[in-house]
């Protein structure tokens, strides 16, 4: 199952769309899709596939809610996402968090190659599962690529079960069981990264070549979490000399 779209020079094309599934594409002020998925989720051995390009185009993406993974007895749910920018574009993916149900295994491939004068901001969101379980989950495996240049810059894998994970915030003595990582490329990554410090968001860095920031940010309550996401997003908008956006989301 898989949807696949594009814009080059800022003109939207649905290329293919091969997934029970509806978006939703505006363009008032900027280009704007909302994906949804017929069912809001994920099912054991389901294999959802979307690929996105821009060229010379702007995109602001985001899921219309929570992606939930369903509960499985062996099979996986798999996603992968792959995103080609080139030419000067521009792509805001903030997406809407994972609830992995009890029993649930998921794996997700993301890819993401960008050229020297493109720009991005993306996010993920791990929630600890139904507000009555506690990282429930079997098994989470996340392999996360990015490309600047054609050169590898950044690559990351998980493989967490649930109970160590559940294990790991209880040897910290955490209160916070929301997590998100963030994923930024500017033009002028040293100057927004001590932007993103003043702000008293300390827990971001370079990648190895600098030509990403990286940052987590954890918090107990959703919402909490997603407006420092959102405060974070609306700087990176000001150095991108972009006004507020409102996603339009409860």
């Known amino acids: 199952m898989s949807i696949k779209f ?3 020079d ?4 649905l290329d293919k769309l091969q997934l029970p599934s509806r978006h939703y594409h505006f363009n008032n002020n900027e ?6 998925n017929i069912g809001e989720g994920i099912f054991p051995k389901d294999k959802i596939r979307i690929s996105l390009s821009l060229d010379n185009s702007n995109l602001i993406l985001t899921t ?3 992606t939930k993974i369903y509960p499985s007895k062996k099979e996986f749910g798999i996603q992968k996402i792959d995103i080609v920018l080139k ?11 994972l609830i992995l149900y ?15 004068n493109s720009t991005f901001f993306y996010t993920d969101i791990l929630s600890r599962g139904r507000s009555f379980e506690n ?13 600047c240049e054609k050169s590898m810059e950044y690559m990351e894998k998980f493989d967490v079960k649930g109970d160590e994970l559940k294990d790991y915030i209880s040897r910290k003595s955490s209160s916070n069981f929301i997590f998100a990582k963030i994923y930024i490329k500017t033009k002028n990554n040293e100057e927004f ?4 410090y003043l702000e008293k968001f300390e827990s971001f860095t370079y990648t190895k070549n600098k030509k990403i920031i990286l940052g987590v940010i954890s918090s107990n309550n959703m919402f909490e979490l997603k407006n420092q996401i959102f405060k974070i997003w609306e700087l990176y908008r000001k150095e991108l000399n972009k006004s507020k956006f409102n996603l339009g989301k409860q």
């Open 6 to 8: 594009s814009f080059k």
């Open 10 to 13: 800022e003109v939207f094309s």
């Open 31 to 36: 280009n704007y899709i909302k994906l949804l």
């Open 64 to 66: 219309e809610s929570a």
């Open 87 to 97: 030419n000067n574009s521009n792509l805001e993916f903030i997406n809407d968090e």
């Open 102 to 116: 009890k029993n649930s295994r998921y794996i997700q491939f993301f890819n993401l190659k960008s050229d020297e």
């Open 135 to 147: 990282f429930d989950f079997s098994n989470m495996l996340i392999k996360n690529s990015f490309f």
């Open 193 to 196: 990264l001590n932007r993103i």
